[in-house]
């Protein structure tokens, strides 16, 4: 095998953001672009001769061929054998999961994740070190110095590998491991959910809804719900994976998973409706006419942990992302387990998980996860919400035929009998759920706004006019002056949030403007790291009601005067001229 150096300079552009290198596909053909990007990830990760490497993809256009190229460098660069997924496909938690089992050096993961994909679509890349999980900091910012200073890469002069049938075969000394991206990952999840109680329950006519969005949970989801799980086939929709995912934007939210979301919403809806994005990380999940935010499903799933096998020893802590609701820190608190907030990102979770401080995480914007991996996992989500509703109408079967027994009979809609211990906190539906878990903790009302593609300088705009405010919003005890009062609510205190790495120590600066008020409500406004063209904001907004007669309230109303609070101290829309988000969830 002929091995080439192919001389080279550098793209300016090639920071990567939240989670990896996004760029359209375009920016990616240019030549010398992705060899570019990935002879950086070699450079700095300095892999010994002869390891071992995970890579695959969520199909997306650009993917095998980008998978092609990567292989040939990875043989030139000395790799003894990469892992990749037939057909080039593995999702990202599949992908950390396979990272993880066979000890791998790292992977790498193609996706541009929720962004829509195609040929004018997004295409990305990232590098997962040996814990499975996307690479720190540290390493990011040394993979975009390489990527400045790089004169020349390295390149295998080879055939194409073929993808398409599981086995070995060689590229120069390197072996290529064509796997299977299901196997793996299917049987992790055996081992942490109660597969027969969830089997039981879709069998007894617990009707499901999963929504692949044409993106890379279809044949997952179609193993673990139709196959082992014993799920009509209908169960799972769009589940055929296309390299532009059907023309969709797959961001399971309300916007975007619209099909879903009528499904849900309509007249004969299913019990459970859920949907994963383009790489298989994210998840919603949906009752039948009811959205569960992901803030709260976080929270749920940490309350109920204790009833699903893979949890029942405990958990060791929990953390959030700063803009996440801190519904969970109320769960921690009264299961005594710490909490940490992390900035946006996945990747300031492993620290935590790989220190043994935290067992659950999770985000706002739909991801959760554990420690059986180091990505978020949105199927992942979806059977352990299964597990709980599970676990929980067992007790409710078992009355039932206790009832009917002794003749006593109980038609589905009579109301659960109220008697001591587990049975009177059981509820069927994932609505009962969540009411029962706000009567219990109160409810943080949460939402998120989105102001997609404006002008990067009206987004810098934005911000620097709230930093710029700070002074005059908040409290200043030295001069005798409360903080800025809107209405009812007062500004207690308004910063940049900034972490301190409690594992490592790093620093992490400028990750998000917080306006925090008295009652303990909050605004934060954030940049995007993850779009590609012109800029996101997003601005957060959470309030607390521990009032059980206010809970049925929608979340836009009663965060109307934090809304307008928003607008007004951003000037966002004088600023940018937008009159409304893009997407609210
Ligand atoms: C977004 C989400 C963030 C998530 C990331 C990757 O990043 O907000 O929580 O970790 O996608 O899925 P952002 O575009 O806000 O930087
Ligand atoms: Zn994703």
């Known amino acids: 095998m002929q091995i080439r150096m ?6 300016t552009d090639q920071k990567p953001g939240t989670s990896g ?7 990616f053909r240019q030549p010398h672009y992705l060899e570019n990007f990935v002879q950086s990830i070699f450079d700095t990760i300095a892999a010994p001769k002869g390891s071992v490497l995970v890579l695959g993809g969520d199909g997306r256009h650009y993917n095998r061929e980008a998978i092609q190229i990567i292989l040939k460098m990875a043989a030139a660069n000395g790799f003894g054998q990469v892992l990749v997924g037939k057909g080039g496909i593995l999702s990202t938690p599949a992908a950390s999961c396979v990272i993880r089992k066979y000890r791998t050096y790292g992977g790498i993961i193609l996706s541009a994740s929720h962004n829509p994909g195609g040929p004018d679509g997004d295409f990305g890349i990232k590098y997962n070190t ?21 004169v020349q890469y390295r390149i295998a002069d ?26 793996d990952y299917a049987e992790l999840m055996e081992s942490l959910f109660d597969f027969a109680a969830i089997r039981a329950l879709l069998s007894g006519g617990f009707r499901i809804r999963f929504d692949a969005m044409h993106a890379v949970t279809g044949p ?13 086939a209908d169960s799972v929709i769009n589940a055929e994976p296309l390299e532009d995912f059907g023309g969709g934007h797959p961001d399971p939210n309300l916007t975007y998973a619209h099909e879903l979301v009528e499904a849900l919403y309509g007249d004969d809806a299913p019990d459970f409706g859920a949907a994963s994005d383009g790489d298989g990380d994210r998840n919603m999940i949906l009752g039948r006419h009811f959205f569960v935010t992901p803030s709260d499903s976080l929270a749920i799933l940490a309350a109920n942990a204790h009833r699903v096998p893979g949890y029942k020893q405990g958990l060791a802590g929990i953390a959030r992302s700063m803009p996440t609701s801190a519904a969970v820190d109320r769960v921690a608190a009264a299961l005594n387990i710490p909490c940490y907030e992390t900035p946006t990102g996945w990747k300031f979770f492993g620290n935590l998980m790989d220190a043994g401080k935290v067992t659950l995480c999770g985000e706002e ?17 979806v059977l352990f919400w299964l597990n709980i509703l599970a676990v929980r109408r067992q007790p409710v079967e078992a009355m039932t035929r206790r009832c009917e027994a002794s003749g006593a009979g109980m038609a589905s809609s009579h109301p659960l009998p109220q008697t001591a211990g587990f049975a009177s906190n059981v509820s069927r539906d994932v609505e009962a759920i969540v009411r029962e878990h706000w009567a219990r903790f109160g409810r943080n009302v949460y939402s998120r706004h989105d102001y997609e593609g404006i002008p990067a300088d009206a987004a810098n705009g934005v911000m620097k006019r709230l930093h710029d405010r700070f002074a005059e919003l908040q409290a200043c005890p030295e001069q005798g002056r409360g903080g800025a009062q809107f209405g009812h609510l007062q500004v207690r205190r308004c910063d940049d949030f900034s972490y301190t790495d409690p594992v490592d120590g790093s620093v992490s600066q400028g990750q998000g403007i917080r306006i925090l008020f008295v009652d303990g409500s909050r605004i934060v406004f954030r940049l995007s790291g993850t779009g590609t063209e012109g800029a996101t904001l997003r601005i957060y907004l959470e309030s607390f009601e521990p009032d059980v007669s206010k809970h049925h309230l929608d979340a836009q109303e009663a965060l109307a005067t934090l809304i307008s609070i928003a607008l007004e101290i951003s000037e966002l829309r004088q600023r940018t001229g937008r009159e409304r988000p ?3 969830t």
């Open 6 to 11: 192919v001389a080279t300079t550098p793209f």
């Open 365 to 381: 914007s739909f991801g959760t996860g554990s420690n059986h991996i180091r990505e978020k996992d949105g199927l992942w989500a």
């Open 582 to 584: 893009t997407v609210i």
């Open 220 to 232: 997952y989801a179609r193993e673990i719900f139709v196959n082992r799980l014993g799920a009509p």
């Open 130 to 150: 040996a814990n499975g999980g996307p690479a720190p900091e540290k390493i990011t910012e040394a993979i975009y110095a390489a990527s400045m200073r790089i």
């Open 158 to 183: 080879a055939p194409d590998v073929a993808l398409d049938a599981l086995g070995d075969s060689r590229l120069g000394d390197m072996t290529v491991s064509v796997i299977d991206p299901v196997d």
């Open 21 to 27: 290198l996004r760029k359209r596909v375009q920016a």
